[in-house]
């Protein structure tokens, strides 16, 4: 069994979709969860960094049960359950059920092979493509202990950033990785760097 990492799918998110180069949300959608399946596998580990449905979320979360792997949801600020969102805390069991999550929740901290990883939608900070929204969603961020994060949020192209007190920042989002997920082994190897 693997694990890999993703964020900001934006299923079913025209303006995502028109971005990324799609002619429809339908083609971006079947794209999206083509390419996460051609790597992950059922029984493999996926850690979904937030953002991961638009347009009506109780209508179109279904789309992520198509996506193979024993799915993990970190909140992003686009996810109805989101702590930014009023009464988030009400909708998390039914986006739960509806995707097809194990957990949904703000952040985590995992431990794998001795490494400290901490998981969040956002950066830090200093992250590329977040210069300019650095004090959005400050409440949201986690604090900077020294502890490798991997983040989405910032839809950029860079993989790597460091935080303003030098912690590795890995960006796992789709626009990093040519709209597939990050693995482990992936991982592993940016932070030796």
Known sequence: MATYFTSDTHLSHLKV???RGFSSIEEHDDAIIGNINSVVHPGDTLYMLGD????????????VQNINGNKICILGNHDRPAPNNRN???????FKALCGFVSVVSFARININ????????YP????????????????????DTGCTLLHGHTHSNEQVSVSL?????????????????????????????
């Open 124 to 143: 830090y900070d200093n992250a590329p493509g977040d210069a300019e929204n650095l004090n959005e969603f400050d409440q949201y961020r986690l604090r």
């Open 52 to 63: 991961i449905v638009m347009g009506g979320w109780r209508k179109n979360a279904p789309l």
């Open 88 to 94: 988030g805390h009400n909708y998390i069991e039914g």
């Open 17 to 19: 979709s028109e971005i």
């Open 114 to 121: 001795g490494m400290c990883l901490m998981l969040s939608h």
């Open 165 to 193: 007190a030098g912690t590795k920042q890995i960006h796992v989002g789709l626009d990093a990785w040519g709209l597939k997920p990050v693995s482990l082994g992936m991982v592993q190897n940016l932070i030796n760097r």
